[in-house]
């Protein structure tokens, strides 16, 4: 049934994108460099978008793609930063992330509402007719806000119903006349799916490469291995390759793969969409292991609990099957959006001893949920939550003295969907207020919520728990000094160096003789920014920095100075 509904979904994109192509889009910037591109593998998840080029600069005008209105414009330390959404007609979403700040209008609309609610970060869902904007209208500025790491412009497409991420490259005429590149395929013993290992590998070079391209048609390359792989009676297949827009650019995603045995089609992935609940299955789709992470190879066998919506013509999970010991050829084509393909052919036999491990036996069920419960405990592992049928162990302390805490091991770490632990405070005289889950080798901080009397947490990982108590208050370091006349004239604007051991920044407010004043935070830098403006009074000022931890825990930083 998943894949019939695969085949249903891939002609419904296929005709939806031959409706999107036709959509009436401009860039969003005057000159666009792509330095990664739709569902490039990313730690953890796929990206969503086009990550576009601005160097070192900030402040490059960002364009709206096309006629619309802000239907969402949000500030965060984290993620996206700065970033506004725009609702255009045909059922589509355009995201700009990242922004060093946004337009006068949408700016002022912003710092209204921030002072509103007395924070710096918002998040407002304007209504149709508020904020309208009319194609190449200038929205914002380039810049390197949130969990972004250098100075470059975020930009999504979405589809307005389902808020999948679509690919961008569907809605623009670009020019690419260069073929994607494979660079490595690898073979899987496929015995045990949890523990699925590389059993042969070749890393690919172009010598063997030739040109098949015909006049006035798609860049066309092949590449033929005269190697022979010897396997067993069954497999999974990877590859790693990537996409060049412009010579010698960016090494980023290609569109589609197709994988045939003997010229029968019998697998196929394609990057149209990506729905945002389900980038999680990266962690099953790609090699996680240490050895091959960094080569982003894309494992064409499916995992028992992978529904990504992107695979079609899938046979037997794409595992492959040798039924004699004759040489069978495989060939793997990988094309962009413009139809520049590469064509890798080899031939692959099985192996004439065979010696096959004996296959183990999950207890548990991945698409079912499980609960291991007593009365100090409860952890719950929803359906889904693992990629494969698993095996699971936990133990408990056995001291009664011990602190409250479970260990929880098995096959795999890596989870697509967070358990949920509850825990029993065994810590006397305690305000509940201030307890918490701690995962205790690595530290991280679960969560804390009291829920009917058990500590609550989550965790997208296993690990040994523990209940824990945050009542330390964050710290609060001034990055510049204050003449001992207290005279801050000369300045230009306020920092702040910050931290937490435990749970995490929280909230953080600035008051000026009482009153709450517009301030920034930058959580990758730990900084707060307080910047003087026209707003600022004169005279004599009573500065107040409060920052509190996600566990309430509040740290005052307070200096009287003459502006």
């Known amino acids: 049934m998943r894949l019939q509904r695969s085949h249903i979904f891939s002609l419904f994109l296929l005709l939806s994108f031959f409706c999107f192509s036709q959509a009436d889009f401009r860039l969003p910037l005057d000159k666009i460099t792509v330095t990664g591109n739709f569902c490039e593998i990313r730690p953890n998840h796929f990206h969503a978008g086009l990550d576009l080029r601005t160097d070192a600069s900030k402040n490059l005008p960002i364009y709206s793609i096309g006629d619309g209105y802000v239907s969402r414009i949000k500030i965060s330390t984290y993620g996206y930063g700065h970033v506004i959404y725009i609702t255009h007609p045909g059922g589509y979403v355009s995201v700009y992330a990242h922004q060093h700040h946004f337009t006068d209008k949408l700016e002022k609309h912003m710092r209204k509402k921030q002072k509103e609610s007395e924070t710096f970060e918002l998040e407002l869902f304007p209504a149709k007719d ?37 690919n961008p490259f569907k809605f623009f005429n670009l020019t690419d006349s260069v073929a994607p590149t494979i660079d490595g395929i690898y073979f899987y013993d496929t015995n045990d799916l949890n523990n699925a290992f ?9 010598s063997s490469k030739t040109d098949k391209t015909k006049s006035g048609e798609p860049k066309s390359e092949q590449l033929t291995l005269r190697d022979t792989f010897l396997l067993p009676e069954c497999f999974g297949f990877g590859f790693s390759a990537f996409d060049r827009h412009i010579k010698n650019g960016n090494q980023n995603q290609i569109l589609s793969a197709e994988l045939y045995l003997d ?27 240490k050895e091959y992470k960094k080569e982003k190879i894309q494992k064409c066998f499916l995992s028992k609990n992978e529904f990504l919506g992107i695979f079609s013509d899938v046979s037997h999970t794409g595992e492959i099957f040798l039924k004699d010991t004759l040489a069978h050829k495989i060939k793997l ?9 590469q064509t890798l052919t080899f031939n692959v036999k099985r192996q004439k001893i065979i010696i096959l491990a004996e296959t183990k036996k999950y207890k548990y069920d991945c698409l079912k949920e499980l609960v291991f419960e007593d009365p100090t ?57 201030k307890l918490c889950i701690i995962e205790v080798t690595s530290g991280n901080y679960c969560g804390g919520k009291m829920v009917d009397g058990f500590v609550f947490g989550t965790s997208r990982y296993l690990g040994s728990f523990m209940v824990g108590c945050d009542t330390t208050a964050p710290t609060i370091k001034p990055l510049q000094k204050i003449s001992k006349t207290k005279s801050i004239s000369s300045l230009k604007k306020l920092e702040f160096k910050i931290a937490d051991n435990l749970s995490g920044i929280g909230n953080f407010k600035v008051f000026i003789n009482g009153k709450w004043y517009y301030s920034t935070h930058e959580s990758k830098d730990h900084k707060i920014t307080y910047a003087f403006d026209e707003d600022t009074p004169k005279g004599e000022l009573n500065f107040v920095l409060k920052l509190w931890d996600k566990k309430g825990n509040l740290c005052e930083y307070k200096e009287q100075f003459t502006r």
Do not use: W
Not at 198 to 206: A, F, L, Q, S
Not at 271 to 279: E, G, H, L, N, V
Not at 333 to 341: M, Q, S, T
């Open 263 to 289: 010229e029968n089609i019998f697998y196929k992935h394609s990057y149209d969409t990506m729905a945002f609940d389900k980038s999680k299955y990266i962690n099953c789709f790609t090699d996680l292991s």
């Open 333 to 341: 084509i990988c094309k962009d959006v413009l139809g520049n393909k």
């Open 377 to 433: 405990m409860k952890l719950i592992f929803p359906e889904k939550c693992f990629f494969n049928d698993y095996n699971l162990f936990y133990t408990k302390s056995k001291k009664p003295t011990d602190r409250n805490s479970v260990h929880v091991f098995g096959v795999r770490t890596a989870m697509y969907l967070p358990c949920s632990i509850y825990m029993k405070n065994n810590l006397p005289k305690i305000d509940t207020s």
């Open 130 to 166: 508020e904020l309208p904007v009319k194609k190449g209208e200038i929205i914002g500025y380039t810049g390197n806000t949130g969990s972004s790491q250098a100075p470059h412009l975020h930009f999504e497409i979405r589809d307005e119903k389902t808020e999948a991420a679509l």
């Open 198 to 206: 590389v059993i042969d590998k070749k890393k690919i070079t172009e």
